[in-house]
């Protein structure tokens, strides 16, 4: 079991995590999200897929039990502890463009596409490899009658997390997002940690 590791404000990082091994994402303050990818170790072309998730597991509220696939249709990752139950598999990560298109009178930021892009950067992994994220802890509320989406602020207090098992070898990428509804208004910290 590795030391908790901090990703600050609007930051991002990427990690190994092996067959096996569990990754522990812990909000520690409360209504933070986190964007999180996931590629095969051994071929980068395979990677996370919202569309065969909600497919194979037949729900798109996804949490304790269910396992996140790759675009060739192989388990990934399965959430082993939720204590949340309330998580985000349909918009992708906010980008210098999200800023410009959600909140023209606020600095543009790179977002986690940027932070996600940089952080991956070094596995040979670029931006057009990034796809949907599993958006930790995001709570998406959905209108039942006319299909639109709306975007509250996470339910999680500090200290909630999930927990993922690892069902091959991967690259992980994280973030602590950076969009202002995604988070309430608000910018902080996520913690990780790796567990074997």
Known sequence: ???????PPRSGVALEL??????RVIDPEGSQVSDMLAYARNNIDEVISNGRTFDYEETIALT???TLWSNRSNPM???VDDTVGKHDFLLTPCSEDTFKHFYPDKPVHRGCFGNL????????IG????????NIFMNVRLDKEGGGLCVDPPTS?????????AQMDLIVGLT???????????????DFRIET
């Open 117 to 124: 892009a940089d952080a991956l950067e070094p596995y040979g």
């Open 157 to 165: 207090t500090a200290g909630d997390h999930v927990v993922f098992e």
């Open 77 to 79: 990752l399965k959430i």
């Open 18 to 23: 092996k067959c096996g091994e569990r990754l």
């Open 64 to 66: 304790t039990g269910n």
């Open 176 to 190: 602590a997002c950076s969009a202002y509804a995604s988070n309430g208004g608000t910018f902080k910290p996520i």
């Open 1 to 7: 079991m590795t030391a908790i590791s901090h990703i």
């Open 127 to 134: 931006p057009d490899a990034i796809p949907v994220a599993f």
